[in-house]
């Protein structure tokens, strides 16, 4: 019953903006961490940002000053602004939610973002 839903993604020219979503339910979310991550062509999956529930954040060093995680409690979702895109960019986005309380950890199923001219 737990569902993370992303949306928002899609292709875009290098330098443009996404702002992806992802729509939780199914679990207490102001309890989670929420967090991005992504995947691009045979690379490994990275922590792209995060955002604890108690509200710090953390992101990659490639995309710090260009990305923007937020959440909307009251909503049960979070959003990653993304600015400034490179080609490097390019990959499959996940969302996720964890709580290290419980040990649960839960997976969206990813939505593609290209960043190409």
């Known amino acids: 019953q737990v569902q993370l839903v992303e949306s928002g993604g899609g292709l875009v020219q290098p330098g443009g903006s996404l702002r992806l979503s992802c729509a939780a339910s199914?679990?207490?979310?102001?309890?989670?961490?929420m967090n991005w991550y992504r995947q691009g062509p045979g690379k490994e999956r990275e922590l792209v940002a995060g955002?604890?529930?108690?509200?710090?954040?953390n992101y990659a060093d490639s995309v710090k000053d260009r990305f923007t995680i937020s959440r909307d409690n009251a909503k049960n979702t979070v959003y990653l602004q993304m600015n400034s895109l490179k080609p490097d960019d390019t990959a499959v986005y996940y969302c996720?939610?964890?709580?290290?309380?419980?040990?649960?950890?839960?997976w969206g199923q990813g939505i593609q973002v290209t960043v190409s001219s």
């Open positions: 996720n939610a964890r709580r290290s309380l419980t040990n649960a950890n839960y």
């Open positions: 199914g679990f207490t979310f102001s309890r989670y961490a």
């Open positions: 955002l604890a529930s108690a509200g710090g954040s």
